[in-house]
């Protein structure tokens, strides 16, 4: 994995471990600088989406190109403002076209009914209904049996229960620029080579 540099995971780390009651902290130019040069590394990476469809059966043709990756859903569901704050810059630094929020884990069954999400970024630790308790809800509402949920945590323990809940990878805490970046990436390629797989089996079956 690319390593980010010490000052930028700090950088990161800080604003992370900011009080939502705390004034969200602006993004230094250097360090939105740094987030670009890294997001171009990482996403011009396909090899993810190739491995997956040589697995598959796929040929080259199949494949998922960098600017429907870019152009994919994606909501992001934590408590902490400056947690979707950072989450939010770096991803559309990167270039994400679509990228939704919401501090209220009970708006995201809703809110996935209405946008069909390609990826839901979750934290697991939140007041009321945690994230455990979203993916329930998660696996009553998406027909396919794929939850697109990549978890947030800073519990060890809880990493192996969200993949058991149907969680399909996760971001540890404090959030780490290369990591979020190559996850986010590797995550949405799968979802969408998959609905990709299945529309063209619909397609089949009608025939």
Known sequence: MTQARPQLVEAAASIVGCSAHLPIPKIAPSFRARTNKVCLNILLRQTTSQTYGQECGCDEADMID???ILRSKILIVDDQKAN???LEEVLKNAGFESVSSSTRSSDVCALHLEHRYD???LD???PGMDGFA???ELRKIDFDDYIPVLVLTAQPAHKLRALKAGARDFISKPFELAEVLMR???MLEVRLLHKQLQEQ????EQR
């Open 84 to 86: 979707v704050f950072l």
């Open 201 to 204: 089996n619909d397609q089949l």
């Open 184 to 186: 986010v990436q590797n």
């Open 134 to 136: 979203v993916m329930e």
């Open 119 to 121: 990826l839901i970024l």
């Open 66 to 68: 960098l600017p429907k």
């Open 124 to 126: 697991l630790q939140m």
